[in-house]
């Protein structure tokens, strides 16, 4: 009879998923098969489907059940929410049979026993028969019960479980997928509390959730137990791993962002609170949950657990993993691991993009994107779902959901929502769970949305533009454009993007390419750090308490100044470089003029005011300045550390704006001080061709560089003698004027005469086919340009191969 209704978690594995559940014959599978590969899992018991069955024919239920749900409006929120409370009352005043009480109880002494205790503190967990299967994710529509004690809180705890199989929304979510709700049933795990609210917890996926980006661990955590992070009250810290360059035993930590961690769940004080939040001091919440060696412990877990079940199911099989540090012992412990049920079904020789049409607007609101799509719509302002019962507000079908944050309960009204807004939340929340199931765009975390928005307002929710999702007001137009990529032309040309932001490169990686041409360190410095580097090293001499406050708040969780900088850049770089490894990433080091560094805070005090910033301090002659040599250094310690201790060696460096062959040894030797030199462990080290100079002494550049870059529009106004800023003289601004166009042959004929690359990244050849043929005639190796011109640009070049080898 035992083996009936109570099995032993090492006793269960994914043959028995239809008598234990998805979680409980996962969790059985990795103590059975990945346990010996150091994997720690926490002991426990199953109640069986058998035992679920049993209590419901002992107490007659399953024909009032089906009576009740029978009776259910689905397009009625009232008439749902009366059903589900019925039948789940109906259940929790039912008893269990005296047998299977007993049998349950003395599993759970057992389990105590075996951790030396009379009562063990256990989490009570469902698993239903078809949770977290490959065509639904189930997200968190049974109950988890924790930090449960003693026989009768046990008794109670599996009675709400079961309970939980007839929530409104597990109801609403299996007729929407047309599941019989008795073809379903429920087990239950009963397994050993790991101490996280004295540690720290969270969840870990084997991809990057937003773009399917397969070569990544992304983790998220936060000090406590696990619940606030599904939940979405608060907002976690983040870490990504680059797996190819973790198997080479680097330290591949490519992104770290401090979350907003201000409360904790940790157990209760008294037997009728099992857990309670509580707030967390100041000094904690700039602290990271995970120190680097957690980080890459957890990630090589993930991979480990990734390839068995990938092994296991005979395809790729990319895992949603829950993770727990004990505070008592520091061991890291895996609490579940499932399918991830988004990416691993679409279609991914299909490459679909939501993109904004050209617009003037500005976001009205900013937070974290999920997925990659636009929503328009009418604002909808709920903070419960009683709201709507008792107010009489009606959520319309196309109407932007804005909340505080969601729970379960929410799924209903958020699958019929063009666009999903909350306050708090993370990446790993409900909310976003739920969204990226049913294609809805969602921006969560944005702390004060339900401020901000107004009722009926008409607004565009875009998670279109990076990582970071943004609203603006009105009904604005995009475009949705899809793209075969099987049916793309094959070319001779490489053809290289230009991707400036680190937060778009994970997406932009399925569009193909033969690396990067230009990645720009001005964008991450402006967007990512924010801080005029000078200012950073120096600002406790300049006496400015504002700037030196504000440095102080933004280098939270990093250890100083200097280190916020170079972990700040190197995050941003190592991004592009794994989105696009192993191709070629050609990184310049940053080329801000004096007016666009004085707009960095703290600019101010370390720019003059030039009158033509365009052809004045910037670039390769900032480098050896003693004004702002110490900030190179930095720079050049960012892209040893991507490289030498991330394992990125996909990553090449560009200097742009040098004037002379003596500035370039200058700067190179400041490089070499800091382990970058050319060749040195495979470096490539390009030049940027944009100044007339930089053609007329091609050959002797050449001697010390790998290739040359052309920036098109620096030449073009260099050799026209124009201001491009100046709409005065805009009208002669032309990249295939004819003495541009020589210049570029020059420079073609002198570098593949000296055995160097030699490449172009502008818009010039996607804006202009003629001009792509002229580069194509002239023997350019590479052409690089933005994501959006992939397409065109390969079709342009395709026809102009095609016609010369006709000739």
């Not at 009480?101 to 003395?106: A, E, F, L, M, Q």
């Not at 009570?124 to 449960?148: C, H, I, K, W």
């Not at 319309?396 to 969601?406: H, K, S, W, Y």
Request: hydrophobic content about 40%.
């Amino acid at each position: 009879m035992e083996e009936k209704f109570i099995l032993g978690l090492d006793q269960a594995g994914i043959e028995d998923i239809t008598r234990v559940g998805g979680k409980n014959a996962s969790l059985g599978e990795m103590i059975r098969h990945l346990s010996i590969l150091g994997i720690r899992i926490p002991a426990g018991f199953i109640i069986t489907v058998d035992a679920y069955q049993v209590f419901i024919s002992e107490n007659q239920l399953e024909d009032k059940i089906t009576a009740l749900i029978s009776e259910i409006d689905y397009h009625n929120m009232e008439s749902l929410r009366r059903a589900g409370l019925q039948i789940r009352s109906l259940i929790r005043n039912s008893k269990f049979p005296p047998e299977l009480s007993k049998k349950i109880i003395d599993a759970y002494y057992r389990l105590s026993a075996e951790y030396g205790q009379e009562t063990t503190d256990v989490a009570v967990r469902s698993s239903a028969t078809a949770e977290d299967m490959p065509d639904a994710s189930f997200a968190g529509q049974q109950e988890t019960y924790l930090n449960v004690r003693g026989p009768a809180a046990i008794m109670d705890s599996v009675r709400n479980c079961f309970a939980s199989l007839f929530t409104d929304r597990a109801i609403s979510y299996r007729q929407n997928f047309g599941y019989d709700h008795f073809a379903i049933s429920i087990s239950i795990c009963v397994q050993k509390m790991v101490r996280s609210d004295l540690g720290s917890s969270g969840v870990a996926f084997s991809l990057d959730t937003e773009s399917g980006f397969r070569d990544v661990v992304v983790i998220n955590g936060i000090f406590g137990l696990g619940e606030m992070i599904v939940q979405g009250s608060i907002s976690p810290d983040e870490f990504i791993v680059f797996k190819p360059a973790l198997k080479e035993n680097f330290v591949p930590i490519i992104e770290k962002k401090l979350g907003l961690k201000d409360h904790m769940m940790v157990y209760g004080d008294d037997p009728d609170e099992r857990v309670k939040i509580i707030p967390i001091d100041k000094s904690a919440q700039n602290k990271f949950c995970l120190n680097d060696e957690k980080i890459l412990q957890l990630a090589k877990w993930v991979v480990i657990i990734e390839k068995y079940y990938s092994g296991l199911k005979d395809h790729w099989c990319p895992m949603d993993i829950e993770w727990a540090v004990d505070g008592i012992t520091n061991q890291l412990f895996i609490v579940q691991a499932r399918p991830e049920t988004i990416h691993s079904r679409k279609d991914h020789g299909k490459l679909i993009e939501y993109v904004m049409q050209s617009h003037l607007s500005k976001p009205i609101l900013k937070g974290i994107a999920v997925g990659d799509q636009i929503g328009t719509g009418k604002v909808k302002i709920m903070y419960s779902l009683d709201k709507r019962l008792s107010e009489g507000i009606e959520f319309q079908a196309g109407d932007v959901l804005v909340t505080d944050m969601t729970d379960p309960d929410w799924e209903p009204i958020m699958k019929i929502a063009s666009a999903i807004i909350t306050n708090k939340g993370g990446r790993t929340c409900h909310a976003a769970i739920i969204a990226r199931e049913m294609g809805v765009p969602a921006i969560v975390g944005c702390q004060n949305a339900t401020n901000i928005l107004t009722d009926g307002m008409e607004i565009t929710a875009s998670c279109g533009e990076g990582d970071t999702g943004l609203v603006y007001s009105g009904n604005l137009a995009f475009d949705i454009v899809e793209t075969r990529l099987d049916e793309l032309p094959e070319i001779q040309t490489k053809l290289m993007l230009n991707v400036a932001s680190p937060s778009m490169a994970f997406r932009f990686s399925h569009i193909p390419n033969a690396g990067v041409g230009l990645a720009r360190e001005e964008f991450i410095i402006n967007n990512y750090i924010g801080i005029h580097p000078m200012a950073l090293l120096t600002h406790k001499n300049l006496k400015d308490e504002v700037l030196s406050a504000n440095i102080k708040s933004a280098i939270r969780g990093f250890e100083n100044e200097e280190q916020f900088f170079i972990q700040k850049l190197s995050f941003g770089i190592a991004k592009i470089a794994a989105a696009f490894f192993p191709n070629t990433v050609i990184v310049r080091f940053s080329d801000f003029k004096t007016n666009e560094y004085r707009n960095l805070m703290g600019g101010e005090h370390f720019e003059p005011l030039e009158e033509n910033p365009m052809i004045g301090w910037r670039g390769a002659s900032r480098y050896y300045s003693a004004s702002y040599r110490q900030a190179f250094e930095m720079e050049c310690k960012a892209i040893h550390q991507v490289r030498e201790k991330m394992g990125l060696k996909n990553v090449a460096v560009m200097i742009p704006f040098c004037r002379t062959v003596e500035e370039l040894k200058k700067v190179t030797h400041i490089m070499s001080q800091h382990g970058l030199e050319k060749g040195k462990a495979g470096l490539e080290l390009y030049l940027m061709a944009e100044i007339p100079s930089n053609i007329i002494m091609a050959r002797e550049f050449a001697e010390h560089i790998t290739g040359f870059s052309i920036g098109s529009n620096d030449l073009t106004q260099l050799t026209l003698g124009l201001d491009r800023d100046s709409a005065l003289v805009a009208h002669l601004y032309d990249e295939r004027n004819e003495a541009v166009k020589r210049m570029l042959k020059i420079l073609i004929r002198q570098a593949k005469s000296a055995g160097v690359k030699v490449g172009i990244c502008g818009q010039g050849p996607s804006d202009h086919p003629d001009f792509a043929q002229f580069l194509v005639e002239a023997g350019i190796d590479s052409i690089s340009v933005t994501p959006d011109s992939v397409i065109k640009t390969m079709k342009a070049i395709h026809s102009i191969e095609a016609k010369l080898q006709l000739a």
